[in-house]
């Protein structure tokens, strides 16, 4: 069983710029949810994918964005870059239990964004 | 929509000596409740959860204990060890898809 793995690990980008981080989920998995985790806070709901849908959105605006593929690795998009988008961006991939139940959320390394 | 608090925002404890955290949550259709502990660099790791149809769930040194009536759960960890330092999220997941986290506890276990 593999684990969950971001892409690329760091980078910086300037103000106005463009971004995709890319997820690959945990074998078995086809719910993938993305997160920003600025420094010394908790991780910030951005949005989840489900068998390639969105399926729920957290407090951000329209330009992060996301896609899910058929393989259900995810990639997150920002466009319009500003200096507060730095940050730790998290995925997490889950499965969803029998009977509506949640399923538990394993997280990937991160990808660490800098804006200048 | 959810509100998860957690207290405290820095933990000591001398090795050996339990250490507790606590969180609240605001929305009583919350029903599932994992833990996570970050080392400094890393991913998140899940090392607890518990759903709201139990009151209390014990993994070895660490326990989680859950009162749906006053919103609020907590971690125990006993016996303390230094590689227990970490900084320590709550979280809740409601009815939609949206896990809300706490703003972490920075546990520091002094050998």
């Known amino acids: 069983e593999t684990g969950v793995t971001q892409s690329p690990t760091h980078l910086i980008k300037t103000r106005g710029q463009q971004v995709t981080l890319r997820c690959s989920s945990q074998s078995g998995h086809n719910t993938v949810s993305w997160y920003q985790q600025a420094l010394g806070q908790g991780p910030q709901f951005i949005f989840q994918y489900y068998r390639e849908e969105e399926n729920g959105r957290g407090n951000f605006p329209p330009r992060f964005s996301g896609l899910q593929f058929p393989n259900y690795s995810s990639e997150l998009n920002v466009n319009a870059l500003e200096l507060d988008d730095s940050a730790l961006y998290l995925c997490?991939?889950?499965?969803?239990?029998?009977?509506?139940?949640?399923?538990?959320?394993?997280f990937g390394p991160g990808t660490r964004l800098l804006v200048l | 929509g959810e509100n998860v608090e957690q207290h405290p925002s820095t933990l000591s404890v001398q090795e050996g000596d339990s250490a507790v955290i606590k969180c609240t949550y605001s929305?009583?259709?919350?029903?599932?409740f994992p833990w996570y502990k970050q080392e400094l660099g890393k991913r998140p790791q899940l090392i607890i959860d518990i759903r709201s149809n139990v009151g209390e769930k014990k993994d070895q040194r660490i326990a989680v204990t859950l009162n749906k009536t006053a919103k609020h759960f907590s971690l125990h960890i006993t016996e303390t060890q230094p590689e227990d330092s970490a900084v320590y999220f709550c979280a809740a997941q409601g009815t939609g898809n949206q896990f809300y986290f706490g703003t972490g506890t920075s546990l520091t276990v002094i050998p």
């Open positions: 997490a991939s889950s499965f969803p239990r029998a009977g509506g139940m949640r399923g538990t959320q394993y």
């Open positions: 929305d009583s259709a919350s029903n599932y």
